[in-house]
């Protein structure tokens, strides 16, 4: 009976593994996209920043949502709330998790306070 020799890693494939890797970290991570004066449009993104944006999106949204919400009740009561509690996941921003404020002395009456979020 013959005994096969241990066989170890062949260098090619260490190399094809540390190329896969590197396609992976730089697909995750993107490239910068060129120093000062560079003149793209816009630059890649990582799938980090992609999900953020969806969130930001997202929160938009709901505030949209929210604020039809409030003038249907306006335009059947004439008047605004005095309170709005909206429910579940609706009435929080996906980013902090903090809940919308609602004023309706203001010109928008429901708004976020997540930082970065005040112009939505």
């Known amino acids: 009976m013959q005994r ?4 170890g890693f062949v260098l090619v494939e260490i190399l094809i593994v540390i190329a896969i890797i590197a396609l ?3 697909g995750y991570h993107g ?3 060129g120093g000062e004066g560079d003149n793209t449009i816009e630059k890649p993104s990582t799938p980090k920043q992609a999900i953020d944006r969806g969130k930001l999106a997202e929160c938009a949204a709901n505030l949209r949502n929210l604020r039809a919400e ?4 306006h335009a059947e009561h004439g008047r605004y ?4 509690n909206p429910s579940g996941s609706v009435g ?5 998790g903090k809940p919308y404020v609602y004023d309706p002395q203001t010109e928008r ?5 997540t930082p ?3 112009d939505l």
């Open 116 to 118: 970065g979020h005040e």
């Open 70 to 73: 409030i003038e249907m009740f």
């Open 92 to 96: 929080t921003c996906p980013v902090s």
């Open 81 to 84: 709330p005095e309170k709005f």
């Open 109 to 113: 009456k429901i708004h976020c306070t």
């Open 4 to 7: 096969r020799a241990a066989r």
């Open 31 to 33: 490239l910068s996209g």
């Open 24 to 26: 992976l970290v730089v």
